[in-house]
């Protein structure tokens, strides 16, 4: 099949002018030459879900049948985390969005079709009181200026939503009165923390955060589990298809009760929590993350769960040493990230030898690599293929795999 992939990466609209949403739904995006989100906003939504289904089969159709893609119903606006840039370019004018691909640049957006519809309205909100409160923008040249960035997390089932101010010092005298202007006009705000950012670095987040009202975190519920959110915290970006995905994960795993099942590169628990509210006996959480292990012990925590321990650590060198211990879970699930895994963490599966492993894969290239190792050396074999698209207009493709032993 032959795609012209353009370089965008998403797609950002600069005003709600009806002509430009009209742009938008054709695919054509005003700032998508110079946004790096998109990448097949070029193609209407069923031709993007085409054009994934046929990668998926080129890759992994010799391991076994792929089912058709899950799309979403809307694929719209799904983005439950927003961020962006502040500059003030040279007539004094204060512009927020998000960086040119692979450049410095911010391009100038209103509103994006990916991203949360409340999340970009505050973020307008926000650059417009910055001359009302005589704060400037960060000026990444010079290191100077005050805003750097601005994160807003929205808890899609909670309707809670924190707002993150990632400022380059400390000194924000004006903060109070603030919070109290932007929570009057957005009271879904629950909580507004300000994050010192001094360094001259790409990351967004620096190391000091001070919470100026609320809790400093949100809630949201995935799977009738209830999720705590953090500034810093990994959480799936689109919790409507992360459902799906999940339920689909949990088909694969075809759990009774009573099995002991691991997670592997498990972030915050989160499939794990769902697989012991599901009825699994026990449950253990390997991830490499220290921060996420923090998390995932509160979600079990807060979710009344007993029956599931989590552990820092690298999951292959686990898995390995689970092994050598003689360990036999029921089922392991692997979810791990873009780069796949690795010839450790295989060939302790391999060992373990669990009756069940759910492979979840962000990335059907690595995907594809490991399946054929574990073809080569094991009786493992591939069950089912289901593709869920998590990021519509995206060429990013996820894929659950559920393997059986020969
Ligand atoms: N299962 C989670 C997270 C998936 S993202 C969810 O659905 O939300 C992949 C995770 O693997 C990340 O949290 C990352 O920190 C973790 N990770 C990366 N390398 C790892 C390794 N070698 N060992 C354990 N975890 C790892």
Same mark, same amino acid.
Request: glycine share 6%; with cysteine; aromatic share 10%.
């Given at each position: 099949?032959?795609?012209?992939?353009?370089?965008?990466?998403?797609?950002?609209?600069?005003?709600?002018?009806?002509?430009?949403?009209?742009? /938008?739904?054709?695919?054509?995006?005003?700032?998508?030459?110079?946004?790096?989100?998109?990448?097949?906003?070029?193609?209407?939504?069923?031709?993007?879900?085409?054009?994934?289904?046929?990668?998926?089969?080129?890759?992994?159709?010799?391991?076994?049948?792929?089912?058709?893609?899950?799309?979403?119903?809307?694929?719209? +606006?799904?983005?439950?985390?927003?961020? #962006?840039?502040?500059?003030?370019?040279?007539?004094?004018?204060?512009?927020?969005?998000?960086?040119?691909?692979?450049?410095? +640049?911010?391009?100038?957006?209103?509103?994006?079709?990916?991203?949360?519809?409340?999340?970009?309205?505050?973020?307008?909100?926000?650059?417009?009181?910055?001359?009302?409160?005589?704060?400037?923008?960060?000026?990444?040249?010079?290191?100077?200026?005050?805003?750097? +960035?601005?994160?807003?997390?929205?808890?899609?089932?909670?309707?809670?939503?924190?707002?993150?101010?990632?400022?380059?010092?400390?000194?924000?005298?004006?903060?109070?009165?603030?919070?109290?202007?932007?929570?009057?006009?957005?009271?879904?705000?629950?909580?507004?923390?300000?994050?010192?950012?001094? $360094?001259?670095?790409?990351?967004?987040?620096?190391?000091?955060?001070?919470?100026?009202?609320?809790?400093? $975190?949100?809630?949201?519920?995935?799977?009738?589990?209830?999720?705590?959110?953090?500034?810093?915290?990994?959480?799936?970006?689109?919790?409507?298809?992360?459902?799906?995905?999940?339920?689909?994960?949990?088909?694969?795993?075809?759990?009774?009760?009573?099995?002991?099942?691991?997670?592997?590169?498990?972030?915050?628990?989160?499939?794990?929590?769902?697989? #012991?509210?599901?009825?699994?006996?026990?449950? /253990?959480?390997?991830?490499?993350?220290?921060?996420?292990?923090?998390?995932?012990?509160?979600?079990?925590?807060?979710?009344?769960?007993?029956?599931?321990?989590?552990?820092?650590?690298?999951?292959?060198?686990?898995? #390995?040493?689970?092994?050598?211990?003689?360990?036999?879970?029921?089922?392991?699930?692997? !979810?791990?990230?873009?780069?796949?895994?690795?010839?450790?963490?295989?060939?302790?599966?391999?060992?373990?030898?669990?009756?069940?492993?759910?492979?979840?894969?962000?990335?059907?290239?690595?995907?594809?690599? !490991?399946?054929? $190792?574990?073809?080569?050396?094991?009786? $493992?074999?591939? !069950?089912?293929?289901?593709?869920?698209?998590?990021?519509? +207009?995206?060429?990013?493709?996820?894929?659950?795999?559920?393997?059986?032993?020969?």
């Amino acid at each position: 099949m032959s795609v012209i992939i353009t370089i965008c990466e998403r797609e950002y609209y600069m005003s709600q002018s009806s002509n430009t949403k009209k742009n /938008i739904q054709n695919g054509s995006c005003p700032v998508y030459k110079k946004c790096g989100g998109c990448q097949l906003q070029n193609l209407s939504y069923p031709n993007q879900l085409k054009f994934k289904q046929n990668k998926v089969e080129k890759l992994l159709k010799s391991f076994g049948s792929v089912e058709p893609i899950i799309a979403m119903d809307n694929p719209y +606006h799904y983005r439950n985390k927003v961020q #962006a840039a502040f500059r003030t370019d040279k007539n004094g004018k204060i512009i927020s969005g998000v960086y040119q691909s692979s450049t410095h +640049h911010i391009v100038g957006i209103d509103s994006c079709q990916t991203e949360d519809i409340v999340a970009d309205e505050i973020i307008v909100e926000i650059r417009k009181m910055l001359k009302s409160f005589k704060l400037t923008t960060y000026d990444e040249k010079f290191q100077r200026g005050f805003l750097r +960035h601005v994160l807003v997390k929205r808890g899609f089932s909670t309707n809670q939503v924190m707002v993150v101010l990632v400022t380059s010092t400390q000194n924000f005298s004006s903060k109070n009165n603030f919070v109290k202007v932007l929570v009057k006009k957005f009271p879904n705000i629950t909580t507004v923390i300000q994050n010192v950012n001094p $360094y001259k670095t790409n990351l967004l987040l620096g190391n000091f955060q001070k919470i100026l009202y609320g809790k400093g $975190y949100i809630d949201d519920i995935l799977c009738g589990c209830k999720f705590r959110i953090s500034p810093k915290s990994f959480y799936q970006i689109n919790p409507v298809q992360t459902e799906v995905l999940y339920n689909k994960a949990m088909d694969f795993a075809d759990l009774k009760g009573k099995e002991t099942v691991l997670d592997t590169y498990c972030g915050i628990g989160t499939i794990g929590i769902v697989a #012991a509210k599901r009825g699994a006996g026990q449950v /253990i959480g390997i991830e490499l993350n220290k921060d996420a292990v923090r998390d995932a012990v509160q979600n079990a925590k807060n979710n009344n769960l007993k029956n599931i321990k989590f552990y820092q650590g690298d999951a292959g060198k686990f898995m #390995a040493e689970a092994v050598d211990e003689g360990e036999i879970p029921d089922v392991v699930f692997m !979810d791990p990230p873009r780069a796949g895994s690795d010839e450790r963490f295989l060939n302790a599966l391999i060992k373990m030898s669990p009756k069940t492993v759910v492979y979840i894969s962000c990335n059907p290239e690595t995907l594809a690599r !490991d399946l054929h $190792y574990l073809k080569k050396n094991s009786d $493992y074999r591939v !069950d089912k293929i289901q593709p869920v698209d998590m990021f519509p +207009h995206t060429a990013s493709i996820e894929c659950v795999v559920k393997l059986w032993k020969k």
